[in-house]
Nanobody
Framework: VQLQASGGGLVQAGGSLRLACAAS????????VGWFRQAPGKERELVAA????????YSIDSVKGRFTVSRDNAKNTGYLQMDSLKPEDTAVYYC???????????WGQGTQVTVSS
């Protein structure tokens, strides 16, 4: 499966952005979708994920209540709605297709999110 991430940009603190991850290939619905981010000088971290059934979601504590992960299998697209953005959310965000074994099978290209104070 090939992934294309979009939706990043520059926003003021407290603002919102919605990232989209468009997938090509018929097997998108069999993968969990993960959203990762990497800030300068830091390791890439998993921010949020959603199961292929659209039932199970996960997010790290620092984004709980602010970020919402979702997917639309009919459109082969995953989403990350980011509200109440903070400067520390500034990073390059990547989407990924995660197999049932937990490994990342495919990465989208990164999209830059910059939050100004």
């Amino acid at each position: 499966v090939q992934l294309q991430a979009s939706g990043g940009g520059l926003v003021q603190a407290g603002g919102s952005l919605r990232l989209a991850c468009a997938a090509s290939g018929r097997t998108f619905s069999s993968y969990a979708v993960g959203w990762f981010r990497q800030a300068p000088g830091k390791e890439r971290e998993l921010v949020a994920a959603i199961s292929w059934t659209n039932v199970i979601t996960y997010s790290i504590d620092s984004v709980k209540g602010r970020f919402t992960v979702s997917r639309d299998n009919a459109k082969n697209t995953g989403y990350l709605q980011m509200d109440s953005l903070k400067p520390e959310d500034t990073a390059v965000y990547y989407c990924a297709a995660i197999s049932t074994g937990g490994s990342v099978d495919s990465w989208g290209q990164g999209t830059q999110v910059t939050v100004s104070s």
